[in-house]
């Protein structure tokens, strides 16, 4: 009967519910310990720091969920800025802009999710090569310039904080997209597909499960998503320069991996991957304020990394062994 019991305690304790474990952990101790980190304005500069992470890493779990990567993400979102800074200088009203850089992250993910779903190239080496074509674009069109003119309402809303608050307006439309993406992810026949086909994609097609069209689909959602970040980039730091977001990616696939999602696919919650976005970015806020160096940062960031691929795998091989000796 002991046994019988233990099991589903074993199966219960998840990587993801680690990981929201121990950000609630270390906001703790960071509001108990580190000088500054519970202000109002500290807090809002850090949701604002970690928003850009937090909204490509929407559209980014259901393409690891699905087995797939982009790592071309931060060069979209700085091809959006450059683009939007470029067409700002020739005196395009920035509510043209907006739809028009939205469009262009569209068809950056469409050109990915085709590569992929039509030639059957794997997603690693495509968006390698995007990557570099992407930032190789956007300074050509933009150059070494910075465009920070842009309107004051639309700079307001992205770096701005709701009154006397620490909640950033930027949070709002945010809290909305990741409303929408849990309900898709994991309330619908489309994302209960991700899983499927990330689990097995032979499977997943066998069962009927339109595999090319639903990971086309999740390319273009992520070039969407990334230009969006490029057009919130732009705004919240009021510079559009031709590298903005440059290792934008590696934090976006740590986080996502730090919540739990598998990077072999068919596993992993929303709910995990923001969780581990929001303990990055506080990391990262903490060890600003204590002064660590941005290179130490980009080396625990790493480390992170390594973690996130690890942990679920050791945690687990630890609940089989312990299974395997009670079966024993």
């Not at 020739?90 to 950056?108: K, N, Y």
């Not at 909305?176 to 849990?182: C, D, K, N, S, T």
């Not at 026949?189 to 339109?210: K, N, T």
Request: glycine share 12%; charged share 10%; proline share 3%.
């Amino acid at each position: 009967m002991a046994e019988s019991k233990s099991l589903p305690l074993t199966r219960a304790i998840r990587w993801d519910t680690v990981v929201g474990v121990l950000l609630i952990v270390v906001l703790l101790l960071s509001f108990g310990f580190v000088d500054g980190f519970g202000n109002a304005l500290n807090l809002s500069f850090l949701i604002g720091n970690t928003l850009p992470i937090a909204l490509i890493a929407l559209p980014m779990t259901m393409l690891v969920v699905a087995g797939e990567i982009d790592l071309s993400v931060a060069s979209t979102a700085g091809l959006s800025g450059a683009v939007m800074g470029a067409l700002w200088n020739q005196g395009l009203t920035i509510e043209l802009i907006i739809p028009l850089c939205l469009l262009l992250g569209l068809a950056c993910g469409l050109v990915n999710g085709l590569l992929v779903t039509k030639l059957g190239l794997p997603s690693l080496a495509v968006t390698i090569g995007t990557l570099a074509a992407y930032r190789g674009l956007a300074q050509i069109i933009l150059g070494s310039d910075a465009v920070t003119d842009f309107p004051t309402q639309y700079l307001d809303f992205a770096a701005g904080r709701i009154g006397d608050t620490f909640i950033p307006y930027a949070l709002l439309p945010f809290l909305v997209l990741l409303a929408i993406a849990v309900v898709v992810l994991h309330a619908t026949p489309f994302g209960r597909s991700l899983f499927a086909v990330g689990a097995s994609e032979e499977a997943a097609r066998f069962a009927g499960v339109r595999v090319k069209r639903n990971k086309l689909l999740l390319f273009a959602a992520t070039g969407l998503m990334a230009s969006l970040t490029g057009i919130f980039w732009a705004l919240h730091y009021a510079s559009a320069r031709y590298d903005n977001a440059t290792g934008l990616e590696l934090a976006v696939i740590a986080a996502v991996l730090l919540g739990g999602i598998d990077f072999d696919g068919g596993k992993g919650t929303l709910g995990g991957a923001v969780a581990g976005v929001f303990l990055l970015g506080t990391l990262q806020n903490v060890m600003s304020l204590v002064d660590v160096s941005a290179q130490s940062q980009i080396v625990v960031t790493g480390v992170l990394l390594v973690i996130s691929v690890l942990g679920p795998r050791v945690a687990k091989q630890i609940a089989l062994n312990r299974a395997g000796r009670r079966a024993a």
